[in-house]
T-cell receptor, first 112, second 113 residues
């Protein structure tokens, strides 16, 4: 079974649209994360959630909103997509904040 | 503040060559240090880690030693294989910043037969 899964794997959409990326982990971890990886492979943390509480919120636009319906899921919702949002988005989880993180396979978002 | 600096790539090596990817860090307090690997089309995977000074992390023939005096955590492998082609990320976990992870910019390695 896949430990951390994301859907969709690829997402192509137009500017101005709203989209969501889903993430699920079956590891029983308490903390989940979202990262953005740009075309140069630079990895930047966007959010992390611990027991449904946001514990890190880097300076990302408020068009991005994480939603956690339960401990095993952390979805990323993006409003009014812009060209600069094109990137690969990775979900990750860890048992506790600061523990080893397990990454999902990534979602490649392309905004046209 | 906390940050990680990696040598810029891309790095291209012949099979069985010796690999070194440099990583230095800046941190307040005593961080834990990690190397993650990202194979093409996949997410990051933990390769090895070290949690205190002079610790050596090792896995799959890769090694890195936590050097507090030089604030470094260089990744080494004695004989690389084509299957080692990937992007390698150095990272630190800041103990005094809510255990937040800081990743380097990644170093792309290509091993040619």
């Amino acid at each position: 079974d896949t430990a951390v899964s994301q859907t969709p794997k690829y997402l192509v959409t137009q500017m101005g649209n709203d989209k969501s990326i889903k993430c699920e982990q079956n590891l029983g971890h308490d903390t989940m994360y979202w990262y953005k990886q740009d075309s140069k492979k630079f990895l930047k943390i966007m959010f992390s959630y611990n027991n449904k509480e946001l514990i890190i919120n880097e300076t990302v636009p408020n068009r991005f909103s994480p939603k956690s319906p339960d401990k095993a899921h952390l979805n990323l919702h993006i409003n009014s997509l812009e060209l600069g949002d094109s990137a690969v988005y990775f979900c990750a989880s860890s048992q506790l904040a600061g523990d080893e993180q397990y990454f999902g396979p990534g979602t490649r978002l392309t905004v046209t | 503040g906390n940050s990680v600096t990696q040598m810029e790539g891309p790095v291209t090596l012949s099979e069985e060559a010796f690999l070194t990817i440099n990583c230095t860090y800046t941190a307040t307090g005593y961080p834990s240090l990690f190397w993650y690997v990202q194979y093409p089309g996949e997410g990051l995977q933990l390769l090895l880690k070290a949690t205190k000074a002079d610790d050596k992390g090792s896995n799959k023939g890769f090694e890195a030693t936590y050097r507090k005096e030089t604030t470094s955590f260089h990744l080494e492998k004695g004989s690389v294989q084509v299957s080692d082609s990937a992007v390698y990320f150095c990272a630190l976990r800041g103990r005094d910043t809510g255990n937040q992870f800081y990743f380097g910019t990644g170093t792309s390695l290509t091993v040619i037969p």
